[in-house]
């Protein structure tokens, strides 16, 4: 009991816990929340009934007397019996840790961040709901509901610090002792034991493709391979072989999807010198031979960075799930109907819209996603609870690369091969036409976004213009990785004689051109003197994919074609 109660000193003697506004007591014979990611923590307490919860790739069973904490940014599903349907408190909250500047000052200016649990309080409590426990809980909902004793505060929002708004001192003294009695009422040696099976796992996730075994596990945890063994069971559901299996498997989809289908390579990589072997567990796992999941026609693929989904166009595929903005992308509108799940998409993405996101892609039940390291970096490992992840690496490639990848997966090789070829075909006729109209004569390109002047390299519109049609760029695109924030002082350094000029519509952006067209730095420009200033609006030029290229060299023949400009 002294070392648990040293874990709740650590965890809630020095955080604020916020109610949420969520407290209140639910009955699943009216409907079950829907398959979501946690946006806070979460409290479950099972007042009578029988149902499951899944989260975090385990099944609890749920009845009367269960509780259950669940973290931010996990997925999680209710699942009830139909005779027997669940009644339960849903209670959430956020928790928050003081900034400490350099030297142990707190820091006024930014005075929270979002903070957690240890790891080892999450899941399933080990506690008996007594009446005192019951009665907090009961008490805490009916505050939450009334607004009771809820402080009045009108404040921004967006602040990253707690919201004022909801603060009670009833609710949060009343939160503080139903989860210290709840953390005080786990076995004594849990802490230590998770933190040993958790050991393990993250050793199995770095690993895998080693040789591993039971009683080197069980080395690693300091138990008996017996004992390890049953607690990793009663902890998982799955005996320590068949959790390094299963991630096995994992890496094993993604990289039959992207290795080319080489059976006997993808088992060596992730663990198994014996492809045969390999191959049983596979289909036993997975229901699907290594080779017949190689074919199998995927229908439900989610994109879910922009460019990606592009590329599926381009193949003939409409995605299941794609990012789609009707405003901007207008390139796109005649596909973006047929896009059955569509995620929002900004310039800023906030971290409310990339959640709202992840719910909507969490309901859709992808069968694969493709996506690029940083849709699956901000997920932090979200998206992977959900379908078989692809990445595909966005500045290490080009978007011929990218293109081969997304075909790759989805069994398009052929039809990618085909199309890169009339494509190709299509650029050097395009090319040849404007390099003889256009002579010597420089392009560029130049985009006013958030009020801020950028030009572009190889990538985006340049990959076109300089690289597969071959004109005249004005300055080294090619020490320019994707774009440029430039000055105005630069603008005749990097404008040529024709000038494509992109400009969004956001406030700071129409202000910045409303006051750059006057100046003499703007008026003196060659392309603009001589009139060879194109406004242009952004898509398809800063879409990298096959589509907005096939159609920018069908707007850039329009413009400048055998005609000088």
């Known amino acids: 009991m002294d070392q648990h109660r040293q874990v709740e000193t650590n965890n809630l003697d020095n955080m604020l816990l916020q109610p949420g506004t969520e407290e209140h007591i639910l009955s699943t014979r009216m409907s079950l929340p829907e398959r979501q990611f946690v946006k806070s923590h979460v409290l479950l307490l099972i007042v009578s009934g029988k149902g499951e919860l899944e989260y975090n790739g385990q099944t609890y069973p749920m009845e009367r007397g269960h509780a259950y904490l669940l973290a931010p940014g996990m997925l999680m599903e209710l699942r009830t019996s139909a005779n027997n349907p669940l009644n339960y408190y849903r209670i959430s909250f956020d928790l928050w840790n003081p900034v400490m500047r350099a030297g142990g000052v707190k820091d006024n200016e930014a005075l929270f961040c979002q903070a957690r649990f240890a790891d080892e309080l999450y899941g399933k409590l080990q506690v008996q709901q007594s009446a005192e426990v019951l009665g907090r809980t009961e008490e805490l909902c009916k505050i939450g509901v009334s607004g009771k004793g809820v402080d009045s505060y009108s404040g921004e929002q967006s602040l990253p610090t707690p919201h004022r708004s909801s603060f009670s001192f009833r609710r949060q003294m009343l939160l503080f002792d139903l989860l210290n009695q709840l953390f005080l009422s786990q076995p004594a040696d849990t802490a230590e034991n998770i933190s040993r099976l958790e050991r393990t796992m993250d050793y199995m996730h770095t690993h895998y493709p080693e040789l591993i075994t039971r009683e080197k596990l069980a080395e690693l945890a300091d138990m008996s391979v017996w004992h390890y063994a049953h607690l990793f069971k009663a902890r998982t559901r799955y005996s320590p072989m068949e959790y390094l299996n299963?991630?096995?498997?994992?890496?094993?989809?993604?990289?039959?999807?992207?290795?080319g289908g080489k059976v006997r390579d993808v088992a060596r990589q992730v663990g198994f010198a014996d492809e045969f072997y390999f191959s049983r567990k596979f289909k036993k796992t997975v229901g699907l031979s290594p080779t017949n999941y190689i074919k199998q026609k995927l229908e439900k693929i989610a994109a879910i960075s922009f460019p990606y989904t592009g590329h599926l166009l381009a193949l003939g595929i409409t995605p299941y799930v794609g990012l789609v903005d009707k405003r901007r992308d207008l390139h796109r509108l005649?596909?973006?109907?047929?896009?059955?799940?569509?995620?929002?998409?900004?310039?800023?993405?906030?971290?409310?819209?990339?959640?709202?996101?992840?719910?909507?892609?969490?309901?859709?039940?992808p069968e694969i996603i493709i996506c690029s390291e940083y849709e699956d970096a901000?997920?932090?490992?979200?998206?992977?609870?959900?379908?078989?992840?692809?990445?595909?690496?966005?500045?290490?490639?080009?978007?011929?690369?990218?293109?081969?990848?997304?075909?790759?997966?989805?069994?398009?090789?052929?039809?990618?091969?085909?199309?890169?070829a009339a494509y190709e075909a299509k650029a050097e006729r395009a090319g040849a036409l404007l390099r003889s109209g256009l002579g010597e004569h420089?392009?560029?390109?130049?985009?006013?976004?958030?009020?801020?002047?950028?030009?572009?390299?190889?990538?985006?519109?340049?990959?076109?213009?300089?690289?597969?049609?071959?004109?005249?760029?004005?300055?080294?695109?090619?020490?320019?990785?994707?774009y440029r924030n430039i000055g105005i002082e630069d603008l005749a350094s990097y404008t040529g004689d024709?000038?494509?000029?992109?400009?969004?519509?956001?406030?700071?952006?129409?202000?910045?051109?409303?006051?750059l067209r006057e100046l003499e730095q703007w008026t003196g420009l060659v392309a603009v003197r001589e009139g060879h200033v194109y406004e242009q609006h952004e898509m398809p030029w800063l879409d990298y994919s096959p589509l907005a290229h096939n159609m920018i060299i069908d707007r850039v023949v329009t413009l400048f074609g055998g005609t000088g400009g």
């Open 378 to 420: 901000i997920s932090q490992g979200c998206i992977r609870q959900l379908a078989t992840t692809v990445v595909i690496a966005w500045n290490r490639l080009d978007w011929r690369s990218h293109f081969r990848q997304v075909a790759l997966v989805v069994g398009k090789m052929r039809e990618a091969e085909l199309w890169l």
């Open 498 to 515: 024709r000038l494509l000029l992109i400009v969004d519509g956001d406030p700071a952006s129409m202000h910045t051109w409303e006051t």
């Open 246 to 259: 299963g991630i096995r498997m994992n890496q094993a989809k993604e990289r039959l999807l992207t290795g």
């Open 442 to 482: 420089t392009v560029s390109v130049l985009h006013i976004m958030l009020g801020e002047l950028l030009v572009y390299g190889c990538r985006n519109a340049g990959a076109v213009l300089f690289e597969d049609l071959g004109l005249n760029p004005a300055y080294d695109v090619h020490d320019i990785q994707t």
């Open 334 to 365: 005649d596909y973006v109907e047929h896009i059955p799940y569509q995620l929002s998409r900004s310039k800023t993405m906030s971290f409310e819209k990339w959640r709202t996101n992840l719910d909507v892609l969490a309901e859709a039940r």
